[in-house]
């Protein structure tokens, strides 16, 4: 089973719609958690940390559900410039290793 | 904020030959660098973890002697494909996490190197 597992969509959106995925992931002990944002062929960019009581950054709501071992991202309002893969990271222990998911893929049309 | 750059940002060469990829942090010092690969469509994969002036850490299933790094500064990791295969070609990604730094979202990413490998 890997260690973390994304649905890779893709999900195609119309610009101003809401948009949620989750992500799960397998080791319990899991620690820190993150969504990362990748455009194609470019690096991942940190898009926002998750924490236990969930937050929110601007139209992104990040939560955790540890009893279920999931987390999720939720999109409001779309642009056009959302059309990205967001990673889901995670970090099982002290050494700072992130171990990343395959990425969902969301797409928003005009 | 803290910048990592890469060099090559890419590179097709023929198989045999041996291809360096440069990753610098701009304006930090990083203790640790890490070397990360992604096949299409796949997640990123740690190959190894790069501690300035100790040995390179290496993931299982990575062949430390294929995959040659140095971290001879706080500044700059280079990692060496060496005899390279088709098999080799893939997206090459480094990050770095600045000196004192304890949190796992202070790891800075480079732009990545493509790696076509003929």
């Known amino acids: 089973r890997k260690e973390v597992e994304q649905d890779p969509g893709p999900f195609n959106v119309p610009e101003g719609a809401t948009v949620a995925f989750n992500c799960t992931y397998s080791?319990?002990?899991?620690?820190?958690f993150f969504w990362y944002r990748q455009d194609c062929r470019k690096e991942p960019k940190l898009l926002m940390s998750v924490y236990s009581s969930g937050n929110e950054d601007g139209r992104f709501t990040a939560q955790l559900n540890r009893a279920s071992q999931y987390i999720s991202l939720l999109i409001r309002d779309s642009k056009l410039s959302d059309s990205a893969t967001y990673l889901c990271v995670v970090v099982t222990s002290n050494d700072y290793k992130l171990s990343f998911g395959a990425g969902t893929t969301v797409t928003v049309r005009a | 904020g803290a910048v990592v750059s890469q060099h090559p940002s890419w590179v097709i060469c023929k198989s045999g030959t041996s291809v360096k990829i440069e990753c610098r942090s701009l304006?930090?010092?990083?203790?640790?660098m890490f070397w990360y690969r992604q096949f299409p469509k796949q997640s990123l994969m740690l190959m190894a973890t790069s501690n300035e002036g100790s040995k390179a850490t290496y993931e299982q299933g990575v062949e430390k002697d294929k995959f040659l790094i140095n971290h001879a500064s706080l500044t700059l990791s280079t990692l060496t494909v060496t005899s390279a295969h088709p098999e080799d070609s893939s997206f090459y990604i480094c990050?770095?996490?600045?000196?004192?730094?304890?949190?796992?979202?202070?790891?800075?990413f480079g732009p990545g190197t493509r790696l076509t490998v003929l």
């Open positions: 080791n319990s002990a899991s620690q820190s």
């Open positions: 304006d930090f010092q990083a203790t640790t």
């Open positions: 990050s770095a996490s600045e000196v004192g730094t304890r949190n796992t979202d202070t790891q800075y």
